[in-house]
């Protein structure tokens, strides 16, 4: 695993690809569910969802320093982000995605507005706490 990593929407990041079979080599991964054919193991500042084994999802956590493109990672704010990439949404399951840019979601600090009627042009200065690489579908 390694922290500095590019991030690579729909593909990987911390050295780890979707689809990829687990290795089952690493250090301390600490156990955070384990249903049926699901499994989310925890290693330091990444989040691994399994599915039968395979990374389904990876998320980025805490202190991971790697970047999209070497221009957004955690820490910087929504502004940022939508400067480099263009729009930025909510999803039907209120994830933040960027509408042009699949593969890829944020969490950030906690917005301000009314709850359920936040606005992203509200929150820009949000900073992104989170950020989770899923498979884009074809």
């Given amino acids: 695993m390694d922290n500095k990593t590019k991030i690579e929407p729909g ?21 955070i569910n384990d249903s049926n054919n699901e499994e989310i193991v925890q290693l330091e500042n990444v989040i691994l969802w399994l599915n039968n084994g395979r990374i389904s999802q990876i998320g980025l956590v805490k202190n991971y320093s790697g970047t999209i493109e070497n221009q957004i990672g955690i820490g910087n704010t929504l502004s940022d982000l939508i400067k480099h990439f263009g729009e930025l949404v909510e999803d ?5 995605i960027l509408q042009h840019y699949p593969g890829i979601c944020f969490e950030t600090e906690r917005w301000e507005g009314e709850p359920g009627f936040e606005q992203v042009s509200d929150n820009l200065d949000k900073k992104i706490t989170e950020i989770y690489v899923y498979p884009i579908d074809k």
């Fill in 11 to 31: 593909i990987g990041a911390a050295g780890f690809y979707l689809n990829q079979i687990y290795p089952s080599n690493l250090v301390n991964p600490e156990k």
């Fill in 92 to 96: 039907e399951e209120d994830n933040l």
